[in-house]
């Protein structure tokens, strides 16, 4: 149930993201943008083509949404596994609690892929289609249906399987982290490229083999579009990145130094409030990979790492979190424990983490209310700083080996170039055990690409791996089935 | 999976302890005390009706197994959710947190009351009673055998009612205490009464309505053999309490001032590590009632609270968690996953806790080697206070309304209080609503009792409430069945 997202892509087991919310856009957009106002199906939107709902379908809807609860309430007892193995549990816990996410998943696909499922969404459908389309109750039919014929086609054993590999695979990302030890993460990769390879097959035939794992994230998406989409947007970053590295980079010396980790989270948070993030509803904690994760509908949380050394990259990780917890936080209550109740999709959310980010985050107007509150966390070091000085520090643009604290502009080279690595390695064009070199290779020819940076190299093993978690490529994957594929990947 | 406890009695969900736990004696303490070493049933300990047990039962055996490893990783993830619960859980959370800890509850409780199960222990009998009646084996398939039995009296509704009864009212309480709103609370301890009366019936015939909440906790102990053994306790004790109050009090003031939050706790952390408190396989987090929880053998953690005016509360609090913690993590680690894999009984349970707390944790010989560095810890305070006077502080003897910060003498006087006053709920005798009342009579007539300091009737709906959580009395229960209701009343 956690949302993948441009920080928050992994999660310790997988366990994530509601199974059914993928690609669940909510049709009702309108309806559920009125929290608390219930319109009935008939006559909602004059169809004339809507029928009163006859008190059989409204009883089988209500059984529905009865098994569809539960899976939800499963799916967020697994969240809070995964939120915990990220935040708190010592390392001791990691062994039992692969096995406790993993049981965890059976159930929740053992629930998803029911026959009495498919005997009730076989009862309803005449009804669903009496609806106007775009009715919450319409979309509630067709999306569980949707994801109840992805979910019948993976066998349990499998989805077992993927979710201890995703725990078991979050635990070894964990260790290996701090050394950049990429040998001891390299097995993994391994397995979970095999893995996704295995999953990918349950939906042939498919045009290629990343295209189901997309449509999970962004329905209707595919490689092609997602290559188009790519390809168009390096022809017009292109210059632009070039033409920065014309000139002379920003001076972001201010940004570094020693501030104290308390008060960046402090204020961090404290935007985050102001943006409208509900703290009855949420939480903030730290974790060494930035995620936002929901529990229901009153427990949306965040999470973000925080650097002693520098101040901002605590603070954007948090704002992006803050982004999506915004996004679930303002999902109407009625949609709560059914398929709708999530972001509409992979591609939306990151619209609105990045929007409150970059556009909001990185924006003069929002410095001129925010930074006097920044300076008066840290007088010593940002006393003396002018407002315009630190403004040009946020924004200026450098590659940078860490796709999470990289800036608003070769963040889209990141993504586009792990699209590219993922996309080799999961074709079988490029072997595990040669990505360090070829993310090496790639990070000095990029488009405006000056060397990588010196750190990146050191840097390499965890965000090489991290190339396989992030993009909308093979990160894409819906929870139920093959949560812990993606999770592993993020 | 929680362990109860002098100060971790309660557990927001109920879902704290692993519902084949209880009582679940292991018999081998010896083999339990040698990790790694495993010793074959057949001829241990030299029996010489031991048989080597055939492939088939050692077979069934394995499915046993299997199926108690689901139960416990199943009962694990409650208590994840019960520990997240009562520490980190927005307020927000509430609902959806206690309608997902219902749900698991009867997950578990379903495994438990398996027809299938039930056929196993029945193939399990003879091959059981063919081995050494100590050993290991012959030990799981009786423990189990008899939660099995205990399990298939209540019925599943039951289950999911106190479950969701067990949520609710921890989240009321947290809600009313800083209050100090006994009449929010007061509904609650209503449903709850009601329900552990409910509960008892299914296991009439009993002597007494308190028996088989007991014998859950301490098995072959009864409300007969517990108030004869407080009516000795009580003799004995009251000549002490009388000398002592007698005497000029302890001067405690340097106990009290300003004490800063996060020394405190990593002071007691310290303590607890230098104990053995494996903080590879556990943590400390803050809670409003502290208690020590398990998710498996690697994974044990306490929680405690502190107050910043007074330096000893947190720590004796977290000392004594540590005591259950070292007990858990010294488990022999074959035994995990199983009913044997759990401390012996509440009983010896808080005889590990109060041992560090008070027979470790306030003797000269500990000071003489921790009051060095607690004075380190506050210089400004305990810099001057030479070691004598703080160690006579920390065992002033003195009534106080909060049995988790009384004292080793009148701790005592607070658990007899309890049991009498559950005693008098459960049977009627007294109505809730009439309990502030009760309490405050009996807190000025007990044995050595002055008048109940004022902060008494200020605390009092807390106390009085929290009397409903403590004694080994109403909080008995075994975790799968009843969970919630004892938790509620921890």
Sequence with gaps: MTRRSKRSSRSPDGAERNPESEGGIPASVEGAARPGLRIAPSGRRGS??????????????????????????????????????????????????????????????????????????????????????DSDEARLISVT?????????????????????????????????????FAAMRPYLEKILDLRRDYVEFFAPYQHVLDPLIDEMDEGMTCASVQSLFGELRRELSPIVRSIGDQAPADDSCLHGAFAEGPQLEFGLGVARAFGYDLERGRLDRTPHP???KFSAGDVRITTR???????????????????ALYEQGVAPELAGTPLGWGASAGVHESQSRLWE???????????????????AFPDRLGKVPLKTFHRAINKVE????????????????????????????EGRLAAKDLPEAWRRRTCRRPGGHAANPTSASALPTTATAACRTCIGIRAASAARSRAIRSAMC
């Excluded at 609690?97 to 998943?105: E, N, T, Y």
């Excluded at 992805?150 to 201890?164: G, I, Q």
């Excluded at 909001?360 to 925010?370: A, E, K, P």
């Design 48 to 133: 004339t083509k809507a029928r009163k709902g006859s008190p059989s379908a409204e009883a089988t809807l209500g059984e529905l949404r009865g098994r569809l609860l539960e899976i939800s309430d499963l799916s967020a007892s697994a969240a809070v596994l995964a939120w915990d193995q990220a935040t708190y549990m010592p390392v001791g816990g990691a062994e039992a609690r692969g096995r406790q996410c993993s049981l965890i998943s059976r159930l929740v696909h053992e629930r998803m892929t029911d026959p009495g499922l498919g005997r009730l969404l076989d009862r309803l459908m005449a009804y669903g289609e009496s609806l106007p389309h």
């Design 145 to 181: 249906r949707r994801d109840f014929e992805r979910a019948v086609k993976v066998p349990a054993t499998f989805v077992e399987r993927a979710s201890a590999l995703g725990s078991s695979s979050y635990d070894a990302w964990r260790r290996a982290r701090p050394n950049n030890d």
């Design 291 to 293: 995620f936002c994760t």
């Design 306 to 324: 925080v650097y002693p050394g520098e101040v901002t990259q605590a603070l954007f990780s948090t704002l992006h979190e803050a982004g999506h």
């Design 358 to 376: 970059n556009v909001v985050g990185r924006s003069l107007g929002f410095w001129r209310h925010f930074y006097p509150k920044l300076r008066a």
């Design 399 to 426: 590659r940078s080996p860490i796709r999470t604290d990289a800036d608003e502009v070769t963040y889209n080279l990141h993504i586009m170039l792990r699209f590219d690595l993922e996309l080799e390695l999961i």
